[in-house]
């Protein structure tokens, strides 16, 4: 049996915009290095393992796209639409989402290590088995939230988590909650870390501290 190899096919931003207009929707494993598609509207468009690297997508809508295995690191995805896409193994490091609407989102075993996400929307999105970005209060606080079983207590933390300033103060954290709810954090947070993934030594030491 013969392998096939995937070719990426080198477009210019404008040419996929016309293509796009035209009615077509399939751009897998299209070269977009750098392209610029501010404000471009993609609904659906399949983008399977595109590369978006360094591409320019502030307010794009991209709403039900289709970016699994893309390569999206260090774009800028400021405001955009991404509700409901598969960005599921998707390469988001380093990526600018501040205000993003990622509303259910498949970010499955995405990478989203030094990612920005402030004021991102992550409600219902698919966040299991991810690359966390660990200084990320925003990714924190929801899926603390998700974890809190409509306990109160917890779900306090979980808030107060996501209003802190984005650079996340885990001496603070650690400081000023409550035992209880810090061994609940903590052992929660543990599941979420990801081979070299960079998470804080005191988080995955911290079953031997406590």
Not at 14 to 39: C, I, M, P, S
Not at 178 to 192: E, F, V
């Amino acid at each position: 049996m013969t392998e096939t190899v995937q070719k990426q096919q080198s477009w210019s931003a404008q040419e996929l915009l016309v293509a796009y207009k035209q009615g077509e929707r399939k751009f897998r494993d299209a070269d977009l290095t750098g392209a610029n598609l501010t404000r471009a509207y993609l609904s659906r468009a399949d983008l399977t393992r595109a590369n978006l690297s360094r591409a320019y997508l502030s307010r794009a809508y991209l709403s039900r796209a289709y970016l699994s295995r893309a390569n999206l690191s260090d774009a800028d995805l400021s405001g955009a639409n991404l509700s409901g896409a598969n960005l599921s193994d998707a390469d988001l490091s380093g990526a600018v989402m501040r205000n993003a609407d990622l509303s259910g989102a498949d970010l499955r075993d995405a990478d989203l290590s030094g990612a920005d996400l402030r004021d991102a929307d992550l409600s219902g999105a698919d966040l299991r088995d991810m690359r966390m970005n660990w200084g990320s209060h925003t990714l924190i606080g929801e899926r603390l939230y998700r974890a809190a079983e409509d306990r109160l207590d917890r779900i306090m933390v979980a808030g107060a988590v996501h209003i802190t300033d984005n650079d996340w103060c885990w001496d603070r954290f650690l400081d000023h909650t409550p035992k209880d709810l810090l061994d609940w954090a903590l052992t929660t947070m543990q599941t979420w870390i990801v081979e070299g993934d960079g998470a804080p030594v005191v988080l995955c030491n911290w079953q031997q501290e406590k």
